[in-house]
């Protein structure tokens, strides 16, 4: 992992623990999108509204604020019929969120948020490794000149995606982190294992600044992801952002379990267990991310210190069952074919 000089390894330096932000999906879903609706789309017909949100996330004392463009490559936006708005959408997503960290009392950093294209690469699908970076820098290009400063690689399921994302932020001179959710018996729908996200992109300039997890299934689950990322890899900077307690149906809608409470000992085990940048994904509101900022910054205090790692018995006796097996307990996953990389200057 690098040890170029970046924002998020020098806040770290300055603070120890960092927050970042909570969901955005759900809490848009709050405030009036429609289901099938693009958020990114709020970014030009209601940016208020997508600064009410940060503006919230940064209230609550997030550190990090990730730009409204999850779905921002042209692969997702074509959907709604925006695949040639991938510049100013983007750029629209990181000038809002720029603009409500400029207006902290405390220095806060504009991550410029990269999901999946919803595309399979080959050979499982029809999309090249080339083509999926050239719409990672189509969609960075655009997060860039908006104001972002790290590209925030996150819900990935693929390695060759998150390398192809990894290589076009190293491209427009960006430094990156990236995130894998798993949410398949531990692992990533295409089986990565939590232990091996360390070694997807090292090679790819100077290497992430962080990687971790987020989404996944619940809190209890994406805490055993940590466990097995900090211990292959003690000395890594490690990002949880884990949803907010376990979804539940109730009617057509979803809801999530977590409390303030159990979100604030989610936090606290995330401390324990070796994260350095702590958050919330789905259902976690800005509620919630205030009760995770009192966490963190009485558990992180020099008189409390680093007791002990959890262990997984402990998270479930605190957080609640998992739904999944733990990554160690299920079969790997079959080998896929890849061709080899070069390394990406």
């Known amino acids: 992992m690098t040890n170029t000089s970046n924002p998020i390894t020098d ?40 600064e009410n949100l940060h503006k919230g996330f940064v209230d609550a004392g997030s550190d990090i604020i990730l730009t409204n463009s999850f779905g921002g490559t042209r692969h997702r936006l074509k959907l709604h019929h925006a695949q040639d708005r991938v510049f100013e959408l983007n750029k629209a997503a990181a000038e ?42 189509e969609q ?22 998150i390398r192809a994302a990894a290589e076009a932020a190293v491209k427009l001179g960006m430094p990156y982190v990236y995130t894998g959710s798993f949410d398949t018996a531990g692992k990533t729908m295409m089986g990565l294992h939590p232990k091996d996200i ?42 949880v952002k884990g949803n907010c307690g376990v979804p539940e149906f109730r009617g057509s809608e979803i809801h999530y379990s977590g409390t303030p409470a159990l979100m604030a000992d989610y936090a606290r085990l995330a401390i324990d267990a ?22 963190i910054d009485k558990h992180n205090a020099p008189a409390d210190g680093f007791t002990k790692r959890p262990t997984i018995e402990e998270i ?6 998992m739904k999944n097996q733990a990554a160690a307990d299920g079969a790997d996953a079959p080998a896929r074919p890849r061709r080899s990389r070069r390394k990406v200057n």
């Open 11 to 50: 806040l770290i330096a300055e603070k120890g623990i960092l927050m970042a932000d909570g969901a955005t999906g759900t809490n848009l879903f709050e405030m009036g999108l429609e289901a099938g609706e693009a958020p990114e789309l709020w970014n030009e017909s209601a940016p208020e509204k997508i």
């Open 96 to 137: 809002i969120a720029t603009k409500i960290a400029k207006t902290a009392n405390k220095r806060v950093i504009v991550a410029g948020s990269v999901g999946p294209t919803g595309e399979l690469l080959v050979p499982l699908g029809a999309m090249t490794y080339d083509e999926a970076v050239a719409a990672f820098v």
């Open 140 to 161: 960075l290009e655009g997060l860039k000149a908006g104001g972002a400063e790290v590209a925030w690689i996150e819900t990935m399921s693929a390695t060759d995606e």
């Open 198 to 239: 360390h070694n997807v992109a090292g090679d790819i300039g100077d290497g992430p600044v962080a990687v971790g997890a987020n989404c996944g299934v619940g809190a209890s689950d994406i805490l055993s992801s940590l466990l097995d990322m900090t211990k292959a890899d003690p000395d890594a900077v490690v990002v």
């Open 274 to 295: 070796g994260a350095k940048i702590i958050g919330g994904c789905c259902g976690t509101s800005c509620d919630h991310l205030s009760a995770i900022r009192g966490a």
């Open 316 to 321: 479930v006796e605190r957080i609640g069952p």
